[in-house]
């Protein structure tokens, strides 16, 4: 029992305890903090190491970007006519609103800061275009401290430059949001001075950092005290918020500022849209088109105010319901769709409300808008008819003697006769009109969203 307790006794101290065996054979005991502490080191050593390594790799695809930067402007000569009309753009601005900040011309200052690459950026490492504006801002001949300076400490100085002496001071004039969000100053983030694209992007943050605040500006947009900015945003754009969160009160209101916007302008009224809404539609493309037609209907005015025309062999003329912005989106995706729709049938509608009305030449629709992703020809109804009818019948005797055309033959004659199909419908629509009084006959947009 003596022996058992002494073995556990002695093994317990070999555990803390490890002897070493130097040249010298004198025994050395180090003990496993001790240990551990040579490991931590030897691991910290390692990760030293790699941080060298890992940055010496950045350096080396830093260098090889901008390589392949200078490449690519040597030897394409259309990239190097963009990266220089770039370069001078922002240069030329920068210059003026730097000007205008000093002269107190606050409101004269463009977005030009804003929308300048930042420097040592993904997209200035990819173009060493901050260095180029750098240059054009601060050429070697305005400072005659750069006109013994080397290439590369030149270049350093003026990106130091622009970066210190232009964006930094026009960022502040502009009250920039970024400037108050980096800072943690929500608290006095000016709402009213966010341009929309911002807005549409910050708003989730903006709610949940200064809701109270940001609340109470929203209240003001609604009341008419101050504006929400939207010029810059696309109408599909905005109604893609309404799929974010908190996003659909900020795209009601920044909708109905570019409903006002393009109302002053006073283009667009009179004006209806034919939607196409068909499965084929799927993503941008029905985005647009919904978003348009929606946009188009509520810049007319009455009997045509609010209204759009579904694409469909038997058009229908339809008022769009809903009383928010979400619900009349939604009611213009759920109409009624076909492969195709029937011209002919689009403008015996808008005649019809014109005769009921007695509407004058003044009054008529002016233009009609056709939002697809088809091509004309395959978007007109008559002309699907016409194809059909060649396919099922084979327009009879060739004229060589035989009972049937072939389908090459077909689409021969298909093609040369599919632009004469329009040419014969417009006669016919003319005839309609002029017989119902009216000298003039809308004009047709036709629009293919799938390749814009």
């Given amino acids: 029992m003596a022996r058992k307790k002494k073995r556990e006794k002695s093994s317990k101290k070999t555990k803390n305890r490890i002897k070493f065996k130097q040249e010298s054979n004198e025994k050395v005991e180090v003990s496993e903090r001790e240990i551990e502490g040579v490991l931590e080191n030897v691991e ?43 370069a001078d753009f922002f240069a030329d601005y920068l210059k003026s609103d730097i000007k205008n900040l000093n002269d107190g011309k606050l409101f004269d200052i463009t977005l030009a800061a804003k ?15 901050f260095e180029a504006i750098g240059r054009r ?38 009250e920039l949001p970024e400037v108050y969000m980096s800072a943690n100053k929500w608290n006095t983030l000016p709402y009213n001075r966010v341009a929309s694209v911002a807005m549409k992007n910050y708003k989730a943050l903006f709610t949940k950092h200064d809701n109270e605040r940001f609340q109470e ?68 493309p029905m985005e647009v088109s919904v978003a348009l037609g929606l946009l188009v209907s509520e810049l007319s005015e009455e009997p045509w105010k609010g209204k759009v025309i579904t694409f469909s062999a038997n058009p229908e003329l339809h008022l769009i319901k809903g009383d928010t912005l979400k619900a009349k989106i939604e009611f213009v995706r759920n109409m009624e769709w076909g492969g195709n729709t029937d011209f002919q049938k689009v403008f015996d509608q808008i005649l019809a409300v014109a005769v009921e009305g007695k509407l004058s030449e003044e009054q008529l629709i002016k233009r009609v808008f056709v939002f697809s992703d088809m091509e004309f020809d395959d978007a007109n109804g008559s002309h699907s ?17 035989d009972d049937e055309m072939t389908w090459e033959e077909r689409r021969k004659e298909w093609e040369k006769n599919k632009h004469n199909l329009w040419k014969t419908d417009y006669e016919v629509i003319q005839q309609k009109f002029h017989d119902s009084g009216y000298k003039r006959v809308p004009e047709i947009v036709f629009w293919n969203l799938r390749n814009c």
């Fill in 137 to 174: 801002v601060f050429p070697r001949e305005s400072e005659g401290e750069y006109q013994g300076l080397e290439e590369a400490y030149y270049a350093y100085r003026v990106r130091d430059r622009l970066r210190k002496q232009v964006l930094v001071p026009l960022h502040k004039a502009l």
């Fill in 385 to 401: 008819k016409y194809w059909d009818h060649m396919n099922n019948h084979g327009n009879g005797d060739d004229g060589n003697g």
């Fill in 217 to 284: 500006y929203l209240e003001q947009v609604k009341t008419g005290n101050i504006k929400i900015a939207a010029g810059a945003l696309l109408p599909h754009e905005i109604i893609g918020s309404l799929e974010d969160k908190d996003g659909e009160q900020v795209a009601e209101l920044q909708w109905k500022r570019m409903v006002n916007d393009v109302a002053e302008k006073g283009k667009l009224t009179n004006c209806i849209a034919v939607c196409d809404v068909s499965g084929s539609m799927s993503g941008i």
């Fill in 115 to 129: 929308w300048c690459p930042s420097i040592d950026s993904s997209y200035d490492k990819a173009t060493l275009i």
């Fill in 44 to 86: 910290e050593m390692g990760r030293g190491i790699d941080k060298e390594k890992a940055r010496a790799l950045r350096k080396e695809r830093e260098r090889a970007k901008a390589k392949r930067a200078l490449d690519k402007y040597n030897s394409d000569s259309n990239y190097r006519l963009l990266f220089d009309c770039t």
